[in-house]
């Protein structure tokens, strides 16, 4: 008789702890996300590939076209972050960025700040960029729906610092779009730089802009690379040359992927001649000193690559200031004679005017000329 107690004790203990023991598996199942209740594992965010950085001023009339333009990108939308930065607009630019971010784009970021200008802007958008490379892309102009998908291949294909495509220009006349694609002889396929990356600024036009480019996150963060906020323009020429400076590999993409819109309100445009010539002058000085003080600056090729661009650049800012005042004048004869010093100087004593190209003379002399 003990012993049947003994064994329906022992039963009862057995059925109770193999209860307990399902009980517990079944909880465990539910909460990885196998039964029909409990929590569910949280999937893992997709890495960014590509941030897009927008800065944003007064650019209403052309704000959608922009901003559709980044959002139609054949790259998964989970791999792209559009972060704009509102700089003080004084018209409904930040109204558009709120509603598009409502209506399309519901992962748009967007951060509003008090004018501070685009290199400001930009550094903003840097901070709070995610991706593994970086656009930027003004917020008057529009890319190419392949635009992200074909530098960040490239880039990645070969493991480059910088990639770079052709830009197109747009300019409205008699109600007419008049397209200009710059470099309009470019190699067929992706052209790759890797011993001599710095001459992608140097051999493909406009080198100078930052718009066309997509460069790597961390190489630029690697080498504490920001736009400089004291500079009132052109500041994306100092920041590409300070990118080029640091590289060691650069791609050029044949394609004309960035569509450029130069309209009345544009920094192209600008009608104060003084202050332009001003601002091209300062920011033509300080970005030779910034890629002569880079580990290519002491490179003999690279100064006469790099004079040759900057001569290039002082004469055409010259020569696309309007003429038909007589209060232009001094300030483009001011200009010409500063940047002659400056390109006469210590800095490019080691070139030899007389051996360049015959063009390239031409220009020399000629602005030599006219600085008198």
Not at 23 to 39: H, I, M
Not at 171 to 187: A, F, G, I, T
Not at 215 to 220: A, D, E, M, Q
Not at 278 to 287: F, S
């Amino acid at each position: 008789m003990l012993i049947m107690e003994k064994k329906k004790i022992f039963g009862g203990i057995l059925n109770l702890v193999l209860i307990v023991v399902f009980s517990l598996l079944n909880l465990k199942f539910c909460f990885a996300g196998g039964g029909l209740e409990g929590k569910k594992t949280i999937p893992e965010k997709t890495p960014i590939s590509v941030s897009v950085i927008i800065p944003v001023y007064n650019s209403a009339p052309y704000l959608e076209r922009c901003l559709d333009s980044v959002n139609e990108q054949t790259m998964p939308k989970n791999k792209i972050e559009i972060i704009c930065v509102n700089d003080g607009s004084t018209d409904n630019s930040l109204e558009i960025l709120e509603k598009y971010k409502t209506e399309k784009r519901p992962d748009l970021i967007i951060f509003d700040q008090k004018n501070s200008g685009p290199s400001v802007a930009r550094n903003k958008g840097l901070e709070q960029a995610t991706g593994e490379y970086v656009v930027f892309t003004d917020s008057d102009d529009w890319v190419e729906k392949n635009h992200c998908e074909i530098l960040f291949d490239a880039s990645k294909k070969n493991n480059a610092d910088i990639a770079q495509s052709r830009i197109v220009y747009h300019e409205m006349r008699n109600k007419k779009d008049w397209s200009l694609v710059v470099d309009e002889k470019p190699k067929e396929q992706v052209e790759v730089l890797k011993e001599n990356s710095p001459l992608g600024m140097f051999i493909y036009k406009p080198g100078g802009f930052v718009t066309d480019k997509m460069i790597r996150r961390k190489f630029l963060e690697d080498h504490k690379i920001r736009f400089d906020p004291e500079l009132k323009g052109p500041e994306d020429t100092v920041f590409v040359m300070q990118c080029y400076g640091n590289s060691e590999c650069s791609v050029h993409c044949p394609q004309g992927l960035y569509n450029y819109n130069r309209h009345d309100g544009s920094i192209s445009d600008w009608r104060d001649a003084s202050k332009r010539l001003n601002y091209m002058g300062e920011a033509l000085q300080k970005g030779i000193d910034v890629f002569l003080g880079s580990k290519y600056g002491g490179d003999l090729k690279y100064r006469y690559h790099l004079f040759m661009f900057c001569l290039e650049w002082a004469v055409s800012v010259a020569d696309s200031t309007r003429m038909d005042t007589e209060e232009n004048q001094e300030p483009l004869r001011n200009y010409r004679r500063k940047t002659m010093e400056y390109l006469n100087s210590d800095r490019f004593s080691s070139i030899d005017k007389k051996t360049m190209p015959r063009f390239s003379r031409w220009l020399y002399y000629r602005m030599m000329a006219l600085s008198r």
